[in-house]
């Protein structure tokens, strides 16, 4: 059997397709690098620094959801070590410092703040740890990081994501931590089994920058090698490098198509994750805030990574009094109402469907139309299936979102679209993968009574959970 053959039957498991309907999530970078003005602490500030007075994680969460975001993580240690929960395993936490008299819980503020508000909650939790002095000792550091875990995952109800980043910057000489991934994804696994491990884990892939860089044709069967976290550590962060993000914003262009997974046996359900920040650095510096990315910036990492088979995680750093800075959260509720004003109503709600094939009269094309879990199926020797999608009337029109049912697999690897006017069907748009979703967003507003959609290359049973259309409201 050829490996894409195999490919075709690589399907997601139950937390990583409830993952993938978020979308749009949120990081929120907040720690003791937010009070001495750094990307990377060393971890010998004292805790008396962390004092963030007007602390308030509900302005958080209402900003962050104003986005149109469903879920937070949040930085609980950075690599200082500092944690924003009172662990009983270190002094190096709030409970030293002056926040809330000693008795203050971070953690606890958000992960509450998020579910009063309809938010998922997840956690950061840095391997890499430049406090803690069993760090570089093996199976002691391996047991304090599992403690911490327990602490973490036991505590603040039910997480959606655990997010373990790949970064190190002990250099050369510095000291080396064996980690015992396996023992950590256990501990995971054990208390929190719906939430997914992401980066330096196996359920969700680093896209493989901090610039919001997105590839063009987005797998999520990709080589399993991609998920191992020497791998993953070799790309990621090495120095204190401000410019990270700017300058490290390539990526390997290819890793799921036929070719290029040509000689590969083993291949895995691994989607694609970007993380990109609101500003240039992860953590809030007051002098960039005149630097937060613009509406249009921001709608065009979102086309490319939600609309193309990608998640994406904001990064959005509360400053130094403990509330997300005025120019940030204004962007975010404005970027908010522009992703409604974009896709306001499917315009495909009452059309009709047809297709050239399907495998049985459960599988029929009208499922495409319907907010349900029912999907279209087509024949398996249906070379090139087409869906035809009628209005009833012309109709004005500016995107079309399509969706695969992943839960069968990720099928399609090229596809056009077409528009019929008075009889004539025209070409709009050529393109290669659908995944979870791709939007098509025009540059025009086109004016049609039908839509088609041609399947020109798939591997094994194309599917679709999804089409809808929209038009922007002037
Ligand atoms: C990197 C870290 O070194 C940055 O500080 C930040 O946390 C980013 C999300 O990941 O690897």
């Excluded at 999520?220 to 401000?242: C, F, G, H, M």
């Excluded at 904001?314 to 940030?328: R, S």
Aim: charged share 25%; aromatic share 12%; with cysteine.
């Amino acid at each position: 059997m050829e490996s894409y053959q195999l490919a075709a039957e690589v399907t997601p498991s139950a937390r990583q397709l409830e993952w993938q309907k978020l979308e749009f999530y949120a990081f929120c970078h907040f720690g003791m690098n937010t009070f001495t003005d750094k990307e990377w602490g060393h971890g010998q500030t004292p805790p008396s620094l962390f004092d963030p007075r007007d602390f308030d994680a509900d302005q958080w969460a209402k900003a962050i959801k104003s986005a149109g975001m469903r879920g937070l993580i949040l930085t609980c240690k950075h690599h200082d070590g500092f944690c924003l929960w009172p662990s009983a395993y270190t002094e190096y936490s709030v409970k030293n410092s002056p926040f809330r008299g000693g008795n203050g819980d971070v953690v606890r503020e958000v992960s509450e703040a998020c579910r009063n508000n309809g938010l998922k909650f997840g956690v950061y939790l840095s391997p890499w740890d430049r406090h803690e002095p069993t760090y570089g000792q093996g199976e002691a550091y391996n047991t304090y990081y599992k403690n911490q875990l327990r602490e973490l995952l036991s505590n603040y109800g039910e997480l959606f994501a655990i997010w373990l980043d790949g970064a190190c910057g002990e250099g050369k000489n510095g000291k080396v931590q064996q980690y015992d991934w396996q023992g950590y994804y256990a501990v995971m696994r054990e208390l929190q089994p719906n939430a997914v491990i992401a980066i330096s884990g196996p359920d969700v892939r680093w896209i493989g920058n901090e610039a919001g860089v997105c590839r063009k044709s987005e797998w999520s069967v990709v080589p399993s090698w991609l998920s191992i976290n020497e791998y993953v550590a070799e790309r990621s962060q090495k120095t204190d490098d401000r410019k990270f993000a700017k300058k490290h914003n390539h990526m390997s262009l290819d890793l799921g198509s036929r070719k290029a997974i040509r000689n590969e046996k083993e291949l895995i359900w691994y989607p694609a994750e970007v993380d990109v920040s609101i500003r240039p650095g992860w953590f809030y510096h007051k002098n960039e805030d005149d630097k937060v990315k613009s509406l249009k910036k921001l709608f065009n990492i979102y086309l490319n990574s939600v609309g193309g088979n990608a998640s994406l995680l904001l990064n959005v750093p509360p400053d130094q009094t403990g509330k997300i800075a005025m120019h940030d959260a204004m962007t975010l509720d404005a970027f908010g109402r522009m992703l409604k004003r974009e896709f306001p109503h499917d315009l495909l709600e009452r059309a009709h469907a047809c297709s050239t094939s399907e495998t049985d009269p459960e599988h029929g094309a009208a499922n495409v139309l319907r907010a349900d879990d029912s999907f279209w199926q087509a024949e398996e020797d249906d070379a090139c299936p087409e869906l035809v999608l009628d209005f009833g009337a012309e109709t004005a029109f500016d995107s079309i979102v399509l969706q695969e049912n992943i839960s069968t697999g990720q099928q399609i690897e090229a596809f056009e679209l077409y528009i019929n006017r008075r009889n004539r069907w025209k070409k709009i748009g050529k393109y290669t993968v659908i995944g979870y979703k791709k939007i098509c967003r025009f540059r025009k507003t086109y004016h049609a009574k039908k839509i088609r959609i041609a399947i020109k290359k798939h591997r094994k049973k194309a599917t679709m959970l999804r089409v809808s259309a929209y038009k922007r409201e002037e």
